[in-house]
């Protein structure tokens, strides 16, 4: 068990590494704070796609410059959304606004997913007004899902940017447009 999720993670970061390497259609930062001491996050937990289960991400960090980032990503596998057991994983960047879920596949329910950053200066992030922004998913090839969900929003005053209950029928790559 220890071997498959140090796999699952290995991969995962791997992926990440190459996926980084593509161009996207995310928002890119021209933040003038820097990340680089903030490390890896992530999250993993071996979930039962026949009963459900939830995993649950709740990190405060301290960037560079001394601020206080919360980043909160809550992941809902509901009932039969898959067969068996897998180790589920899920990554957020601070630098992009974003989340990976691995491993990649497709559920037979949705998932859903309520992702959150707070304490980020969304302008430096290219975020002009407070309102509602798509959230989606990100292929590789530069495939652009819109996803839908209950809420969606930016908030300029509270540094704030969420998605609540993202309805996800695979795991890949998801995060905010303009």
């Not at 606004?97 to 950053?117: A, Y």
């Not at 839908?148 to 995060?175: C, M, P, T, W």
Request: hydrophobic letters at 40%.
């Amino acid at each position: 068990m220890k071997k498959l999720f140090l796999l699952t993670i290995l991969v995962g970061i791997t992926l990440l590494g190459c996926a980084e390497n593509q161009e996207s259609n995310l928002v890119s930062s021209n933040s003038q704070t820097d990340f680089s001491s903030l490390g890896q996050l992530y999250a993993a937990k071996l979930i039962n796609g026949e009963t459900g289960d939830e995993l649950i991400l709740n990190e405060t960090i301290i960037d560079s410059t001394g601020k206080e980032i919360v980043i909160y990503a809550r992941l809902r596998v509901l009932e039969n959304s898959f067969p068996g057991s897998i180790t589920i994983s899920m990554i957020p960047n601070v630098e992009d606004l974003s989340i990976q879920l691995f491993p990649e596949m497709n559920f037979s329910k949705d998932v859903r997913l309520d992702l959150s950053f707070s304490g980020i200066n969304l302008e430096e992030f290219g975020y002009n007004t407070t309102g509602t922004y798509d959230f989606a998913f990100f292929a590789v090839n530069g495939d652009v899902e819109l996803i839908e969900s209950d809420i969606s929003h930016a908030n300029l005053e509270q540094n704030k940017i969420k998605v609540l209950n993202a309805k996800l029928n695979h795991f890949s790559r998801y995060g905010w447009i303009r």
